[in-house]
């Protein structure tokens, strides 16, 4: 450990001194550019007891050890060298917190008993197994106690105003109330049928379990059960995809194991990967924002949330609220990324809902569907019209535009901010500003989106080579592949479909007016 550190730090200084500063844009060298955090005097002999206690009750790590970045920030880093498929740690089961020690304890019980509504069940149980538990000074687990941060600044509901300030605009700061408030309303709960709860644990080391538990608990199941656990020593691998480890709740071994999925070299950092998930989720649940959250084929899984309702000044209102309500949900929250997945086609199923006329609506019912009668909104799938798809651009355009103009600054601003490497790696500020670079990346690909889209909407409907000459244009211009999907004159296609089903439509009409 304490060597470790050393040549870690001396090898930091000689990069500074000779010129080459690392890299902080970067997942993997931004841990170069770290001092260490805050000097701790006792941290190296807490380390120290914790790894002679694990070891002691049989834990294995041998090729491991662990280095400490920033004051909340540490990892752990391979001694020797690593081949694949190696079993690099094994912890266990009696070194481990589960669910099921945290429902028997007095509280635990207790709020078994009362069935409470909680935010998040399982983790609240291990919650309260370690509140209570880290007040004796003789439990089993003080060594892992007293290594885990004693304050987490770095979780989004612990912010100051200054460090919030710069989540302005997103959908954020709604979930960062939110989850202040579910944990407040877990605590007064649990507090109102079991009062000594407050006399161990004040809101504020409620909040403190729940994000420690949050960001460190592994889902196994141990015999047969499904339960959740903290894992000491395993919970110290930060995260990095493609994953490089696997791990798993070894029945047989009866020990909680992490395994190489590729050779690593010693000296290099040993990652877990914490799964494909948008950086709102790494933000609000982990404490950090993935400078370039991509996975290797190049999907970025960064979302921007976006509510539909329907227009209460549409006179069809009533009649598509029949079908608008049927999923129970008469706000529609859709999250979507830059792809074509299913929640993008749901936002364009609410779109189409929201602006439909009353013959393009009246081609969803029962007697006048050509398709299959949608059971729900997310069912409409499909354009509906020209005219339609043109509309439901121009307000899917109109609320991106909404969305910008609630930040205070633009894309590029962020960008270069991040890119001059003015604040520091780990800090909450660099991890707000990606936070808010990944919901604009994503807005702006939308608004692309929706000027490609209505460029090519109002396109000569009769002239398919004009018009494959458009496409190869925009292809040249190294137009986003999910636009030209969606613009293309495939038949699955949706601005094929609308020009085909507008085809169809003045055809109709010619021959009912010859007929007249």
């Not at 998040?120 to 003080?142: C, E, G, W």
């Not at 529609?332 to 809902?353: E, G």
């Not at 121009?394 to 490497?421: F, G, H």
């Not at 460029?455 to 398919?464: A, F, S, T, V």
Request: a negative charge; aromatic letters at 10%; charged letters at 25%.
């Amino acid at each position: 450990g304490q060597s470790g550190q050393h040549c870690y730090i001396s090898s930091l200084m000689a990069s500074f001194e000779d010129g080459t500063t690392p890299d902080i844009g970067s997942d993997r060298s931004k841990f170069e550019a770290c001092d260490g955090g805050d000097h701790d005097p006792l941290y190296n002999d807490k380390i120290k007891i914790f790894e002679e206690w694990l070891l002691s009750h049989g834990s294995k790590f041998p090729k491991l050890t662990m280095q400490k970045y920033d004051s909340e920030v540490r990892g752990v880093h391979a001694t020797e060298d690593i081949v694949e498929d190696e079993s690099i740690v094994s912890i266990p089961l009696e070194c481990l917190i589960t669910v099921e020690m945290g429902k028997a304890t007095e509280v635990g019980r207790a709020v078994l008993a009362a069935d409470i509504d909680m935010d998040a069940p399982k983790h609240v149980y291990l919650m309260l197994f370690m509140l209570i538990d880290r007040q004796n000074p003789a439990s089993f687990f003080k060594p892992y106690y007293d290594i885990l941060p004693p304050t987490l600044s770095n979780m989004p509901i612990f912010w100051n105003e200054e460090e919030l300030a710069l989540l302005r605009g997103s959908y954020l700061l709604e979930q960062i109330d939110e989850r202040n408030q579910a944990i407040e309303n877990d605590y007064r709960a649990i507090c109102d049928i079991f009062p000594a709860l407050a006399d161990v644990a004040s809101l504020d080391d409620f909040k403190w379990a729940r994000m420690c538990v949050c960001s460190r608990n592994f889902g196994i199941i141990v015999d047969g059960i499904r339960t959740s656990a903290m894992v000491p020593y395993a919970d110290m691998l930060n995260h990095f995809r493609p994953r490089e480890t696997k791990w798993a709740y070894d029945g047989h071994r009866r020990a909680f194991t992490i395994t190489s999925l590729q050779p690593i070299t010693s000296g290099a950092q040993v990652y877990d990967s914490y799964g494909q998930k948008c950086n709102h989720r790494f933000l609000l649940n982990y404490g950090f924002s993935i400078e370039n959250n991509c996975e290797a084929d190049g999907f970025c899984p960064n979302e921007v949330p976006f509510k539909f309702a329907l227009d209460s000044g549409d006179e069809l209102r009533d009649m598509k609220m029949s079908l608008w309500i049927r999923d129970g949900n008469p706000t529609k929250l859709v999250r979507i990324c830059v792809s074509d997945n299913d929640n993008t086609s749901f936002a364009l199923s609410c779109l189409r809902v929201i602006v439909a006329n009353r013959e393009e609506f009246y081609n969803l019912s029962a007697t006048g569907a050509l398709r299959m009668v949608p059971h729900t909104v997310k069912d409409v799938c499909y354009p509906l019209s020209l005219r339609n798809e043109i509309a439901a651009m121009m307000v899917l355009q109109q609320t991106i535009q909404e969305k910008l103009n609630l930040y205070p600054r633009t894309l590029q601003e962020d960008k270069a901010r991040l890119a001059s490497n003015s604040l520091p790696p780990f800090s909450n500020f660099r991890h707000a500003v990606i936070q808010v670079v990944g919901e604009k990346e994503v807005l702006h690909h939308y608004l692309e989106h929706c000027r490609v889209a209505l460029l090519m909407l109002q396109l000569d409907i009769n002239d398919d080579v004009a018009y494959s000459e458009k496409l190869h244009e925009l292809e040249a211009q190294g137009t986003s592949h999910w636009i030209l999907r969606y613009v293309s004159l495939d038949a699955r296609a949706v601005v094929g479909a609308c020009r085909r089903l507008e085809r169809r439509r003045l055809q109709a009409n010619n021959v009912s007016r010859d007929n007249y």
